[in-house]
């Protein structure tokens, strides 16, 4: 069990819920972020990593296979944190998933931002330097709406998707970045969004961007998207030293 002496008030989310197509046939039995590299899940390298970093109030959506999900995490507390699932019938795309649990995410109604992070995803981020981002944006006078960790561009996805100007995302620039799958996000990005209609996250960024309402940051440790059965190999070597 992973033990944090201190929590931090703001929650964190983790997007689970995605076929994983690439994936099969390891995905035609077992969702994907269950898949295991190094001895562990996918999804518990996550966890761990959050509750080291004092997050304690995590939610994890889920579509395809959602109870084994479920069942192989329970309540979180053997990871040092709260879990609450955020069930979906049919999968609702990331923006329209994160809109789905907003009501998990903003329980009180206090507009705090909270953190996402994708489940299919490997990255040695310590999740504890987000805090004063997360700290900045509640009291934020320029009203940012999110803030994403962009990554260097791995072979599969050379061209990039933003740039990096002066703290802040934007769709030109001298250099392109990959968005890594992890961003803190304001409650007020995802509102006026229908409830239970599948809706592309891309699309909401890129019109906040050309608002400048999404900073961002660049992280140059260890970052996988695990999209593929030959990445999780890979990962697993490199986790076992193979």
């Known amino acids: ?3 944090h ?3 931090v008030p703001f929650k964190a989310m983790i997007l689970a819920a995605g076929r994983g197509e690439r994936m099969r046939p390891l995905t035609d039995t077992l969702p994907k ?3 295991k590299a190094g001895g562990h899940a996918l999804i518990e390298y996550h966890l761990r990593n959050l509750a080291q970093a004092g997050f304690k109030e995590i939610v994890i959506n889920h579509a395809y296979l959602g109870d084994m999900i479920e069942d192989a995490l329970g309540n979180g507390a053997r990871y040092g944190v709260n879990i609450t699932y955020s069930a979906e019938c049919n999968v ?3 923006a329209g998933g994160i809109a789905n649990a907003l009501p998990l995410l903003n329980i009180d109604g206090d507009n705090c931002p909270f953190l996402v992070v994708n489940a299919d995803i ?3 981020m310590d999740y504890a330097q987000h805090i004063p981002v997360l700290q900045m944006m509640l009291s934020d006078s320029h009203y940012r709406l999110a803030h994403l960790v962009l990554v260097d561009n791995p072979e599969q996805h050379a061209e990039g998707d933003f740039a990096l100007n002066d703290g802040w995302v934007a769709l030109d620039g001298d250099q392109f970045f990959t968005f890594s799958g992890i961003g803190i996000y304001r409650p007020e990005f995802f509102v006026h969004l229908q409830p239970g209609l599948p809706t592309k996250l891309a699309p909401l960024l890129r019109k906040s961007m050309l608002e400048k ?3 961002g940051e660049y992280f140059s440790g260890l970052w996988m998207d695990i999209g593929t059965p030959e990445r999780l190999a890979l990962l697993h070597r490199r986790l076992t030293n193979q």
Do not use: H
């Open 33 to 35: 972020p269950l898949l």
């Open 5 to 7: 002496s201190n929590s």
């Open 92 to 94: 609702l795309e990331t």
């Open 122 to 124: 490997y990255c040695e």
């Open 1 to 3: 069990m992973v033990i």
């Open 213 to 215: 309402k999404v900073s």
